[in-house]
């Protein structure tokens, strides 16, 4: 009995072993072992058929079929493409299992590799990067793979870049390990590029990554080649214009975003120029008497960016410049498009977009706590004087403002602190912030404004005194300036604009005046100035009033404290007021050897039945912020004691004066030698003895010593 039974074992094995096509009872993987998976089978065939037309479900029947009888890689792949398009956790899973056993199957096939790949990016990593570099191993040609490969660790870069770990309570730098990721990035992206000199992807990538690294000269020739060959879009030409910015290159920057908007449809063009600004709106007084409408938008925004122009000099706005640059550097670094966010909409992007980019940055990983809470990712932004922090709880891009957890709450923020309030009361007062950033370095340049009556009726005139800034550090012996003086309404609506070229001598120290006649009103001025050698600049922009003199009662105009006043003929350096020439000072400190005069002039005096006017002029002196000092009276012994007055008349400092003049032009001389240095008040009160009014002006000075 026990024979019969091992011979009949026996013969089932033998039978086992001699039939390749025979399953093993009760199994559900029916494989014929002589098939070696490559062999496209007719039940593959069926379900490629069904696919293209269609019938999805008919299709996967056919390719598990075919995997259940053949095993075939081409079936898992399209099964695994099947459960990829149906984004669930589950079909997912499914499709990572096929995706690798096509791999498997046929380790040669770049097809099935990339799928493999590609899927493991967001949750195998190293996987994912293991599969690329097996790929370029297989063949070194493929480029696809060095820019996955490039754009991970691009992506690496960018998130540990200017980041801490906490060890131990410690903050420990993960810097050197950013850097790392970046020049494996770099050499990825590069070696697509040497297979292909135009690689559309590799250029954007590379543009990108030196933007985070803070090397924006890299990128524009890689992107200016796309530009040559024909190859740009908006894309192109917006990093070009972030890039350009960076470099403080302002023209090739504006005709780059220039380009950009041009080649926008209208949904992102709105997007870009309205949407991205509108936000501003809600705080700002801008719109204190206006509703924003679509009819009136682009007029009201166009309105806005020229009352923040900040160098009217050039053919560019720099504020709307720097507003662009915001806005691309959100868009390329803060958008989250699995939550359908652009990156200027984002609590990064507008923050980003009202206060630029920050002094520092800080990045915290994410780490686990003993009692099972989780310190997730937090950035925090230094300004100056403010601190700004952000939290990504969910890890899925969007960071937003950080908000103090509760006691129940797992998930914690890594700084203390309700940063949702403090933001929003930070809109409230300080709407943007705009450091002027110009294409050459920032210049200082002194300067005054002095105002008297025209002659010109209901007009007034305006000498602005300035001084050529030193020039020591520049290689030239006479340099070119282009200078512009521009006033504006309260509305910011022109009312006067020149613009001049001007050479001068670097030794020329002397000071220079500009003369213009102007309307009396109250709105704004700007003086600028751009050095043609090295484009550096210089601009003021402040409210003003141009002031309106009086024409029938007495007026008198600004308090000028000059270098000399002289009845003479002088040169270029001294202005003219009728026969009077007079050499201003711009800045308002002196020395010891600093003669100074004070020069002004009083208006509509009345005269008496003899012809003459009678009036007092005061002269006080007095520390300022202080109203009486002790020793003002050695001030009243070292005056020079005389008062000049227009034609060749001249009389006596005393209490009381008569001239012959209505409009008398006064000057004279100050000692200022027995005073102490530091802060001084000037101020003249002249008063009509004849019509009883009265008027003052008065000047700071400090003096030096």
């Known amino acids: 009995m026990i024979l019969a039974k091992t011979n009949i074992l026996f013969l089932l094995i033998l039978l086992f072993i001699s039939i390749p096509a025979l399953c093993i009872p009760l199994s559900t993987n029916c494989i014929n072992t002589s098939y070696d998976g490559k062999e496209k089978t007719d039940l593959y065939l069926k379900g490629i058929e069904t696919l293209n037309s269609g019938d999805l479900l008919s299709a996967e029947k056919y390719f598990k079929e075919s995997i ?59 996987s994912s990067m293991k599969q690329y570099k097996e790929i370029i191993s297989l063949d070194s040609n493929q480029i696809n793979a060095y820019l996955s490969l490039g754009d991970m660790k691009a992506n690496d870069f960018k998130e540990f870049n200017k980041s801490v770990r906490m060890e131990s309570g410690v903050l420990m730098s993960v810097q050197e390990a950013a850097n790392k990721d970046f020049k494996e990035s770099e050499k990825y992206l590069l070696s697509a590029l040497s297979k292909d000199t135009l690689n559309y992807d590799a250029i954007i990538k ?25 190859k740009d879009d908006k894309d192109v030409h917006l990093l070009l214009g972030l890039l350009y910015y960076k470099i403080s290159k302002m023209k090739q920057s504006h005709d780059e975003y220039k380009l950009a908007i041009n080649m926008m449809d209208k949904f992102e063009k709105d997007d870009f120029m309205v949407n991205s600004i509108l936000f501003f709106f809600d705080q700002s007084e801008f719109l204190a008497s206006d509703i924003i409408n679509d009819e009136n938008v682009d ?19 720099e504020r709307l410049l720097e507003h662009y640059s915001r806005v691309a550097y959100a868009n390329l670094n803060f958008s989250v498009p699995s939550l359908g966010l652009y990156g200027w909409s984002t609590d990064m992007g507008q923050t980003m977009i009202r206060y630029g980019d920050p002094l520092n940055r800080t990045r915290i990983r994410p780490s686990m706590n003993p009692d099972g809470t989780v310190n997730v990712k937090t950035e925090l932004w230094n300004y100056e004087g403010i601190n700004i922090a952000f939290t990504d ?7 937003q403002y950080s908000w103090p957890a509760s006691d129940m709450d797992k998930l914690r923020p890594q700084v203390p602190g309700n940063y949702v309030d403090f933001v929003n009361d930070l809109n409230r007062n300080v709407v943007s912030y705009y450091n002027p950033k110009f294409e050459g370095p920032k210049i200082d340049v002194p300067y005054s404004i002095i105002q008297f009556k025209s002659d010109k009726r209901n007009n007034t005139d305006l000498y602005l005194n300035y001084l050529i800034p030193d020039m020591e ?40 005046n500009l003369f213009v006649t102007l309307q009396p009103d109250s709105g704004y001025i700007a003086f600028e100035m751009i050095r043609n050698i090295d484009n550096g600049a210089f601009s003021s922009h402040r409210n003003f009033t141009v002031k309106k003199f009086n024409n029938i009662r007495q007026d008198i105009s600004d308090l000028l404290i000059a270098g000399d006043v002289s009845t003479e003929s002088k040169d270029k350096d001294y202005f003219k007021r009728n026969d009077i020439y007079v050499k201003p000072y711009v800045s308002n400190e002196f020395k010891k050897e600093d003669p100074v005069y004070l020069y002004y002039e009083i208006y509509n005096l009345e005269k ?37 007055i227009t034609g060749e008349q001249k009389i006596t400092l005393k209490s009381n004066y008569k001239t012959l003049e209505k409009n008398p032009q006064i000057y004279f001389q100050l000692d200022l030698n027995n005073f102490e240095p530091g802060e001084y008040q000037i101020k003249i009160v002249i008063k009509d003895n004849i019509a009883g009014n009265e008027k003052e002006i008065d000047r700071i000075i400090k003096w030096l010593k």
């Open 68 to 126: 259940r009888k053949y095993g075939d890689a081409a079936s898992y792949y399209e099964l695994a493409k099947i459960n990829l398009k149906k984004d669930t956790f589950l079909s997912r899973n499914i499709a990572y299992e096929h995706f690798r056993k096509a791999a498997l199957l046929e380790p040669e096939n770049l097809e099935y590799r990339y799928a493999f790949a590609d899927l493991m990016k967001d949750f195998a990593r190293r």
């Open 206 to 230: 590379l543009g990108l990554l030196y933007e985070r690294a803070g090397k924006p000269e890299k990128g524009i020739p890689l992107l200016n080649r796309l530009v040559r060959n024909k």
């Open 299 to 317: 007029e009201i925004i166009e309105s806005f960016w020229k009352t923040f122009d900040p160098l009217f000099l050039t053919e560019y706005n």
């Open 393 to 399: 709880a969910f890890s899925t891009g969007n960071y």
């Open 473 to 512: 550090n520049l290689n030239s012996d006479s340099l070119n300036y282009k200078i512009g003086f521009f006033h504006f309404d309260k509305k910011y609506l022109e009312n006067f604009r020149t613009t001049f070229d001007f050479s001068v001598s670097r030794y020329d120290r002397s000071p220079k």
């Open 608 to 644: 008496d039945s003899q012809g003459l006017t009678n009036f007092e002029q005061s002269l006080i002196i007095s520390e300022y912020g202080e109203s009486e000092k002790s020793g003002l009276s050695k001030f009243f012994s070292s005056i020079t004691n005389f008062l000049g």
